[in-house]
Structure formats: structure tokens, C-alpha cells
T-cell receptor, first 110, second 116 residues
């Protein structure tokens, strides 16, 4: 099956710093989503981004489908950004099945 | 718009007991998913419904897990009998239609199961 690899696995930042999270996938996809799992376990949609670039406030994401990777940028990080960030992909013609990576655990210190 | 509703939020049972989780998807969402998330891992799909039909249950341990989606709306996931390794968060998600055709997956808050 398709492999989804996220890096780094862990990241510690000082408040106000910027960061880039990466998601590599091993096959063609027709869907890619980024989620933030907060400390209470809720998965929050960040971006639905099978290709191209999107921005939402301090967050932006870029997916280069032909090269099989996606990047999530967090600027001016805040303590509330702490949690686990997941990338999930749907392989072409797989009927909606999202495969998740292992996540990047982000901790933002005040 | 109301999100995906799940209950109970927490459940503690002893091994070999049974448990059931309930999910109410976002109104109008045809596709419903149950995922299992073990601590420290990403969510793993257990079963996918399109309306009230099963699309994919290849990773559902059918000897102990069962799920149904009567009338194409609410869904119930049951575990009987539970094992220690079933301790996890059970996440329900819904989408307007097939992901990749109409868009995004939206998750509920999850049901955390502890099996002692």
C-alpha cells in the first residue's frame, strides 16, 4: 500500500519561531489533507490540498503532487499551535480511504 | 453547522466485555468512516460506509468488531469481546461524498476506550 512519511517526528519551538513540516508519499494521490490534533485528541482540518498552495492566517501549505510531497508552514508560532500534525492522503481510485502518516509532534514553548 | 457527534467520550471496560460507540455524521454527508487511533500512531481506517452500504471493511477485525449504519445516517461500532490491544481512540468521520470527489473529511471528538 501507499506509504506516508512525515518529518520531523518531533519539534520544539520557541514562541514566535517559524517551522516547516514535511509529508512524503510513495504513490500518486488525488487527495491530501493536513490535520492538527489538539491535546484533547480532536482532529482539526487545516487544509484540503491535493495540489497547489493555500494559506490560512499564519499557516500555509504547498503540495507538489508530481514530486509526491507536501509542506506545512507555521509562522510566528504560538503555544496554542502545540499538538500533533498529521498528513493524510487518498491514493488514486481508492474510494475515499485516507491513509495517515505517523504525525509530527510540535511543542511551542512560551 | 453541527459537527460530527460521538458518544461516549470515554469508556473503561474489562477484557472480554463488550462496548458500543455511536456516531452521528454531519447532516447530508453520505460517507461515514470509523478510524482507530492507538496512542502514538496515526488513525487507521476500520470501515467506510457510503449511505448504508459498506465500501471498505478490509481492516476491520470481524471476529470481534462489527459496525452498522442503519438508514444511512447514524452508525454504531461494537466490540465484543474486547481485548487489551483494543485500547485506543475510536474516531468517526464523515464527508459529503467520496473523498477526492467532493472534498474533505471531518472528524468527531473521538471515543477513548481503555480495556483493563
Amino acid at each position: 500500500g501507499i506509504q506516508v512519511e512525515q518529518s520531523p517526528p518531533d519539534l520544539i519551538l520557541q514562541e514566535g519561531a517559524n517551522s516547516t513540516l514535511r509529508c512524503n508519499f510513495s504513490d500518486s494521490v488525488n487527495n491530501l489533507q493536513w490535520f492538527h490534533q489538539n491535546p484533547w485528541g480532536q482532529l482539526i482540518n487545516l487544509f484540503y490540498i491535493p495540489s497547489g498552495t493555500k494559506q490560512n492566517g499564519r499557516l500555509s501549505a504547498t503540495t507538489v503532487a508530481t514530486e509526491r510531497y507536501s509542506l506545512l508552514y507555521i509562522s510566528s508560532s504560538q503555544t496554542t499551535d502545540s499538538g500533533v500534525y498529521f498528513c493524510a492522503v487518498e491514493r488514486n481510485n481508492q474510494g475515499g480511504k485516507l491513509i495517515f502518516g505517523q504525525g509530527t509532534e510540535l511543542s511551542v514553548k512560551p | 453547522e453541527a459537527g460530527v457527534a460521538q458518544s461516549p467520550r470515554y469508556k473503561i471496560i474489562e477484557k472480554r466485555q463488550s462496548v458500543a460507540f455511536w456516531c452521528n455524521p454531519i447532516s447530508g454527508h453520505a460517507t461515514l468512516y470509523w478510524y482507530q487511533q492507538i496512542l502514538g500512531q496515526g488513525p487507521k481506517l476500520l470501515i467506510q460506509f457510503q449511505n448504508n452500504g459498506v465500501v471498505d471493511d478490509s481492516q476491520l477485525p470481524k471476529d470481534r468488531f462489527s459496525a452498522e449504519r442503519l438508514k444511512g445516517v447514524d452508525s454504531t461500532l461494537k466490540i465484543q469481546p474486547a481485548k487489551l490491544e483494543d485500547s485506543a481512540v475510536y474516531l468517526c468521520a464523515s464527508s459529503l461524498d467520496r473523498v477526492g470527489v467532493h472534498g474533505e473529511l471531518f472528524f468527531g471528538e473521538g471515543s477513548r476506550l481503555t480495556v483493563l
